[in-house]
């Protein structure tokens, strides 16, 4: 599975910003995808994820109502639609997937994994910067 994000980069605050994740090599359909971002001088941070099978979404609270997490199955690929950024939101993002970890098979289960140690395939980032 390869991943290639794009989408990323500057913006005033309150502005917007979608970020795309395109997916090739097999279809994700009970795959869990998710974004991550890491601001510099600090670890990677789940932000948002999907649950491809139920479609289910989960965000973290620093992003919740304003970053909508969505995916294209035909398309085979994954956003982010971001708003009312912040200064805060600055980092590299990073799309994540996997079709299982710790025995739970997302095609089964509806969650998804919180941390980055859940997810298989990683994505290169793409740099948001949000100017104050």
């Known amino acids: 599975v390869q991943l290639q994000a794009s989408g990323g980069g500057l913006v005033q605050a309150g502005g917007s910003l979608r970020l795309s994740c395109s997916a090739s090599g097999r279809t994700l359909d009970s795959y869990a995808m998710g974004w991550f971002r890491q601001a510099p001088g600090k670890e990677r941070e789940f932000v948002a994820a999907?649950?491809?099978?139920?479609?289910?979404?989960y965000y973290a609270d620093s992003v919740k109502g304003r970053f909508i997490i969505s995916s294209d199955n035909a398309k085979n690929t994954l956003f982010l639609q971001m708003n009312r950024l912040e200064p805060e939101d600055t980092a590299v993002y990073c799309c994540?997937?996997?079709?299982?970890?710790?025995?739970?098979?997302?095609?089964?289960?509806?969650?998804?994994?919180?941390?980055?140690?859940?997810?298989?395939?990683w994505g290169q980032g793409t740099q948001v910067t949000v100017s104050s």
């Open positions: 994540a997937a996997t079709p299982s970890s710790s025995g739970t098979y997302y095609g089964d289960y509806n969650t998804v994994p919180f941390g980055t140690r859940g997810y298989d395939y």
């Open positions: 999907i649950n491809r099978r139920s479609s289910n979404t």
